[in-house]
């Protein structure tokens, strides 16, 4: 769990933001195959032919949304990741990795 004082909030500029939603959302179209809130966060599990795209998006969070802990595990299968949060951010995080209905 992250105990960051960082605000919850993205840095991405407003074209940043919309390219990366997308590609979440492409990738969970394709591989989400479960997603479970946590009492500190998100459980996301992938296929796991999606490990290089999931890296790549998880990257780009680690950055823009310091104030969650970003964990990809991949063994055992499936893939798993992992976010945390402290306060606020939990909320956030409920609120985010839906696909519309």
Known sequence: ?????????CTLTPAGLTAQARRWEKLMGRAMTGRTE???????????DAADELRALVAVERTCCR??????ESSPAPLV?????TADGV???HAMF???A
């Open 1 to 9: 769990m992250t105990t960051s004082p960082d605000p919850v909030a």
């Open 38 to 48: 946590t009492r500190q966060g998100l459980r996301i599990c992938f296929r796991p």
């Open 67 to 72: 104030w969650a802990a970003w964990t990809v």
């Open 81 to 85: 990741l992992e976010v945390t949060a």
């Open 91 to 93: 909320t956030a995080l």
């Open 98 to 100: 839906t696909l519309p």
